[in-house]
């Protein structure tokens, strides 16, 4: 299974065979690269190939791990079938999935590619089934091409995904690849090997990018706390684990909490304010120093989405250096609440970024042209981007008004990003967190009504969602109670329990571009 650079299981490719064997002889006589001990770099993540069942002990221990370390990000892959979505839905699959993600993991869906091999049909198809069954984060590209020439297959695989609703992409080639791949997908898996990479290996695949673009999978090795923590200067996303033999991903680690443990503890030192919910233009407080997803999307001057914008970087202001580039709207990353930001993109065929939904925007001419927003991180938070045919800048504003929530009836400030003409379409964006303001993902959206109107607009999806609404409509949106949680309050209109069922519904009238944060306790 390993041998071919693949997560996948039980199955291996002859036609790679001596290649993949010297590639491999080669990494295991590598000299580990330990270096002077240092503190975990922060923003990196644990990735966990988990290829159990989801009733099997591994899937409530990780959640277990995350409620343990909440601030150390983790994403998760699944495979009911050792190959990907399968030909049914697997409800077990449903339930498991869905308790990841309200437990604020990252779910992956696994899809083999077959190093480009696969039709881009069948690809598709196997990402349609994982976004219709089990709607997950996003989608893992096992077998990722690890030479040059398949480029815009992986690009188009990228786009297709995220048009399908989900946000985040990973691929494994499981070893280095040439840069024209970087910045494609979310994520490239840069090693996958019995043994520990050495630094040198890590330090010059990822040379002038960010970590968060890369990751390796070390397997068959006791924990190394010390080479953990200073590896984590180049990737992004690990995962070490002392399994091994022909499937090294049908259980945890024995040490999985302390590998855990070691990139939360080694993580930049903060000082602890008092907890204050404070809804903000497209974002939501948090504490200092914890982990945030940054999202940055691109809409023209009706507020309709454009995708594939060219992000040429994002900046770390605080940390004094880049942390993304060279990426495409719509993006995701992590970033590091406190911390100021810069965020660019750039003009593209005759469409000028004039404005941005968040933060202090202005023109720059680097690039050939385009538009920079900067503001301090405060949580999760959404930065739209207008593009328009006119090269003319708007005028950008953020609002800070308090937002308070409780458990009854009561009325919350619109949180908007744009306010425009009544009758025009606007993004509405429906998310969910807990009273600690952390993501609680795929809770589900009862009904989205539009009350003008008398029409349900949407129901049956999970959160994170976004919908297109007619601003001046009034809406009234539903998210049901699932498990232990129960819906308190929402971040905008009038908010009140439902008494013949387990759900919260919010009615508001829509003023332009808008995110709605139910709170789950």
Known sequence: MMNDDSLKTGRSKTKYATTIAVALLLMLVVSLQRGPA?????????????????????????????????????IVIADPTSSGAGTSIDQNYVTGIKNMQAAGITVIGYVDTIYAGRSLSSVENDATNWWNWYHPNGIFFDEFANFAGSESYYSTLNSFVKSLGMTYTMGNPGTTVPSSYYGILNSLMIY?????????????????????????????VSLNTSFETSSTQYAGWVYITDAGGSNPYN????????????????????TTSASVIVTTAS????TSGATALLSIGTVNTSNQPMSGFYIPSVVDNTLGRTIASGLFTPQTVNGLVGHSYSVTVDDYGGNYVVGASFGAFSITTANGGGGTATFTLQGNTNVAFTLSTSSTSSTTTSSTTPTTKTATTSTSTATLTTTTAGGTKAALSISTADTNNKPLNGFYVESVVDKTTGKTVATGLYSPQTLTAIVGHTYSVTIDDYGSFHVLSASVGTFARNSAGQSGTTTFTLQGNTNLSFTLG
């Open 192 to 220: 996958e090997s019995a043994g520990y990479p050495s630094l040198t290996t890590l330090s010059s695949a990822t040379s002038g990018s960010s970590k968060s673009g890369f990751g390796y999978i070390a397997y068959g």
């Open 251 to 270: 259980t945890l680690p024995t040490y999985f909490s302390n590998e855990v443990a070691a990139l939360a503890t080694s993580s930049t030192t903060s």
């Open 283 to 286: 974002s939501t407080t948090t």
């Open 38 to 74: 240092v503190a975990a770099s922060p923003g990196t993540g644990v990735v966990v190939p988990l290829y159990t069942y989801p009733t099997d002990g591994t899937w409530s221990t990780t959640i277990q791990v995350h409620n343990a370390y909440p601030n150390v990000p983790m």
